[in-house]
């Protein structure tokens, strides 16, 4: 089902999903556009190229609360916090971005043990997917052709959005989107031409070029696991990490989490809050040993989950080319050069 | 698992507690479940572990050390952490009286590999305070039920000194036995001691386990696991017939949370179980 908008009514569109439920957008934010939940639908702003954090936050918030107790009460006094989540719109959504959340499922949803929160999350969400505009180029930080990932790539979203001039063409992609799609009075029919229209931004997005080599899953692995030990390498390719973990953080496809009790005048919450592989406390054992001391264990920790790791535990490379954490590594360090090197190394 | 949400804790009531060790820093602590339907859904086996909860304080992932044979109970031994990085929940859980109430997850992680043990000649090899998942195994191999489904049981276990020794009453109920070989041995004895002194790489040396249709399962410290394994290798046994369980820092215990990884494998949902053979495919990475 092709629908389509004008961009200057794209508030009343925000406003009917705001009827339904909760509505989380791009807005702008003095440094950049970042992902936010809507209270005035003018807020909207898809006047962006991407949002400065992923949208990972919405299934995967950076403190999720577990439960609430009372210290010195007994345990079975403690109760569990229930979730409760409302409809959630996810709107304006980049391909790459889209992408980390299939790669996040897997690890979250279908591999083993079920992650009750992801998955509720997840379920509470309609994705609109939103394709880069083809006629401005790739960021240089971008990568996303190398895996395999095309600027206006439908997949994984329920509904799929491109602009077309003033217009936004909204295609539902999945039963979910088509029946939201449907009941939205907003929206006007799509023509014929906006349909092929479509169909060829789609595939126009296929070829829309960022930095690219090619990068098979299981080379990638395989060379990373030959040059495992080659201490020279990781050390000269994090010589000027200071292991902040800012590329964790804005990562859309980083999960690790710390589980942590917070306590303050009686009231206790146990919580997750994100965590990152980057800090040296965070395989710090209790008996003091620590198997990443080094900064160089660590970046080669990190590398290596995503290229080598994840491929032989779940089959992808956990990566999707967003290029967030070159961007905003304070100290300039670009994954995808260090792929690239190993590759030649 | 005990929950349907894995990270909910399930309330548990401290009936015991037994000082190991001199240094009175290692504890046994006997758990018995609140709810039957908890103690119902906890079903475990030999080798696997479970996060030990006290809400203000955190958790902590905790071998078992009793065995599915015993119902009623589950019991851990503890060791009070702090020398180095501050052992807060071990240390809050050795603070604990009988009678107070913590929580539990799990049962997480693999087990010991029973199936594969069965009918073979089991050589169990611990050191210090490394013996607790090993004792469980005993316990299970040992009950009525199980002792036929396994060959020739061997236990080697050394502590430093007499008074670092672990389950002392069943190391002698052990040496009575006629269906298992215990050998136990501390580095350095003192007055008291009239048992075998001498490192458990020596000793195992010198008993000397026949590789055939052997299993040797070896926890202790790392020097103590890097001398003995050259002691199985050239007793013929092969990599795949020797097994370790693993420690990493956990905070999750079901292979969601990132941190216990080496390399492709996750230490709690993987393992903590792992063969020579295993580990042999993994980056040294712990």
Partial sequence: MLKKISINKISELAAALMDKGLLLAPVKEISGHNFAEIKDPKQVDLDFHNTIASPKSVFFPHKEDFIKYETGKPIDAASEVALNLPLTFLFGVRPCDVKSFSIMDIHFNASGITDPYWKQRREAAVIFGYAFDLEKSAHPEEFYQTLGIGAADPEGSDVFMVKKGGDLLLNSVTPKGEKLLGELKELNEGKAADKKYFDEYVKKGREHKTRSMCLEPEAVTRKLEDLFYNTDFWTRVSSVCISCGVCTFVCPTCYCFDICDDTLFGQGIRRRVWDACMFTDFTLEASGHNPRTHVYQRLRQKINHKYSYHVRKYGVISCVGCGRCTKYCPVNIDIYSIIEDAMKA | ?286
């Fill in chain 2, 1 to 286: 698992m005990i929950n349907k949400n894995p990270y909910i804790p399930a309330p548990v009531e401290i009936t015991k507690i037994i000082d190991e060790v001199d240094t009175h820093d290692i504890k046994t602590f006997r758990l018995v479940f609140s709810n039957k339907d908890d103690e119902a859904n906890f079903k475990y086996l030999p080798g696997q572990f479970a996060e030990l909860s006290i809400y203000g304080k955190g958790e902590s992932p905790i071998g078992i050390a009793s065995s599915p044979t015993e119902p009623g109970y589950v019991e851990f031994t503890v060791m009070r952490m702090g020398a180095v990085v501050p052992g807060t929940v071990t240390s809050a859980l050795h603070d604990l009286d009988e009678g107070a109430k913590i929580g539990i997850r799990g049962p997480l992680g693999n087990s010991w590999p029973i199936e594969f043990l069965e009918k073979k000649n089991i050589v169990v090899v611990g050191g210090g305070f490394a013996f607790t998942t090993l004792r469980s195994l005993i316990h299970y191999m040992l009950h009525k039920d199980n002792r036929k489904r396994f060959g020739d049981i061997t236990v080697i276990y050394g502590a430093r000194n007499p008074g670092l020794l672990l389950y002392k009453d069943e190391l002698a109920a052990w040496e009575k036995r006629d269906d298992i070989k215990s050998i136990i041995t501390v580095d350095k004895g003192n007055e008291a001691w009239q048992g075998r002194e001498g490192f458990v790489p020596a000793v195992c040396k010198e008993v000397a386990p026949s590789p055939k249709n052997s299993v040797a399962l070896i926890c202790g410290p790392p020097a103590m696991i890097k001398f003995t394994l050259p002691v199985f290798f050239e007793l013929g046994f092969s990599k795949e017939n020797i097994l370790t369980s693993l420690e990493m820092r956990m905070k999750c215990g079901i292979g969601k949370c990132g941190r216990c990884n080496v390399g492709y494998k996750y230490v709690c949902s993987d393992g903590p179980v792992f063969s020579l053979g295993e580990l042999d495919e993994l980056p040294r990475d712990f």
